[in-house]
């Protein structure tokens, strides 16, 4: 059931400020690993009104599963679809005398990800305020800061937060080692560039719109679905995986499919464009040729051109659920994103075209050796 989206039309402009809507909404919401809560939310309240089944497993993953309708199957054939929640953030490793909390990576961010700038201390009792600082740049080399930061290259233990609380008080608000930072509310809002928009963490909630997107669309044609669809929307993925090979373990369906955001790089010959990403492999291993080939094909099959991209620097929940043998087989398919991991960019339309594919993908899965 192939369906095109390049045309506007008043249903894919209504479409495209739904989509809009949603994603503001999900970038708005705090999600470091393994502290997904309001994320979390989210996407129960809005995936749930699409599906059969809906529940939070005890890994923190959000499920939500749509049956296939197309034929009876004595036994069910089902597919496994994983966008993360989870957004790159930090963690408290010490707090100072003077109540400075010194942070490090919590999944593969870098100081540079972020700049200096106002951040969320997610206490266990309070969120509070602080400003990630690399110091003052009217320094000399010789400064306690280093020569890192005068050069450009920051590291962790170049950086601080300023907090302006003592010890005593950031304990009573239950700030410690192992808090979460989290870039503040303050600079989360999305920023509209002409025919993009731009904001931090599009990694991954542009993929989990995407996702949502195609739950409803499915919801509507259940008939022509041969195959059940789990929906997962995994925790912690920018560290372990660990939401991702939890689910692996438990539902059924040995073929996976992770949506993503994907780097817009000539290493890649990955362009700025709606046209989805088809990851053939990364650093964890390649995927699953047949499904490679059925999602280029699904994405055609939408009037689109699939970009064929090697991801070496790259890994997703299905290459991890792949490379651990949880999952017979896996793909991945991705928006096209620019600075990935920082304040990152995708073109109105590349949240459609994703699940546009998707969809048409899920629709012509046939299982067993070929889809």
Not at 361 to 368: H, M
């Amino acid at each position: 059931m192939p369906v095109p989206h390049r045309e506007t039309t008043p249903s894919t402009s209504s479409q495209q400020e739904t989509i809009s809507a949603l994603l503001a909404q999900l970038l708005m919401a705090r999600g470091p690993g393994g502290q997904e809560d309001e994320v979390r939310e989210i996407c129960l309240k809005t995936i749930t009104p699409h599906c059969d089944e809906t529940w939070v497993d005890a890994a923190g993953n959000v499920i939500g599963l749509i049956k296939g309708q197309r034929e009876v199957i004595e036994s069910r054939r089902a597919v496994r679809v994983m966008a993360h929640m989870d957004e790159i953030a930090m963690v408290v490793k010490s707090v100072d005398a003077d109540g400075t909390l010194r942070v490090t990576a919590l999944g593969g961010a870098n100081p540079v990800n972020f700049g200096m700038c106002p951040v969320d201390i997610l206490g266990d009792n309070e969120i509070i305020p602080g400003v990630l600082s690399f110091g003052s740049m009217h320094a000399t080399q010789n400064a306690p800061q280093g020569a890192d930061v005068l050069s450009g290259d920051v590291h962790w233990n170049d950086v601080h937060v300023v907090t302006r609380t003592s010890p005593s008080v950031l304990s009573t608000q239950g700030v410690r080692p192992g808090t979460r930072v989290v870039l503040s509310r303050h600079w989360r809002k999305p920023f509209r560039v002409r025919d993009a928009i731009a904001a931090h963490f599009l990694d991954d909630r542009a993929s989990m719109a995407a996702v949502i997107d195609s739950a409803r669309q499915l919801s509507h044609c259940r008939d022509d679905l041969a195959c059940d669809v789990y929906f997962v929307f995994t925790t912690s993925e920018e560290e372990s995986n660990a939401g991702a090979m939890f689910a692996s373990t438990t539902l059924p369906g040995d073929t996976t499919i992770a949506v993503e955001v994907g780097p817009v790089m000539d290493e890649y010959g990955t362009r700025l464009s709606i046209d989805p990403i088809i990851n053939t492999g990364d650093e964890k291993g390649y995927y699953t040729r047949e499904v490679v080939t059925s999602l280029a094909a699904a994405a055609k099959a939408c009037g689109y051109s699939p970009q064929y991209a090697l991801l070496v620097d790259f890994a997703s929940d299905a290459s991890a659920v792949l490379s651990n043998g949880s999952s017979a087989k896996a793909g991945c398919l991705a928006i096209p994103t620019e600075n990935t991991h920082g304040y990152e960019l995708i073109l109105d339309g590349a949240i459609q075209a994703c699940s546009a594919t998707l969809c048409q993908y899920l629709i012509a899965f046939q299982g067993g050796g070929n889809e």
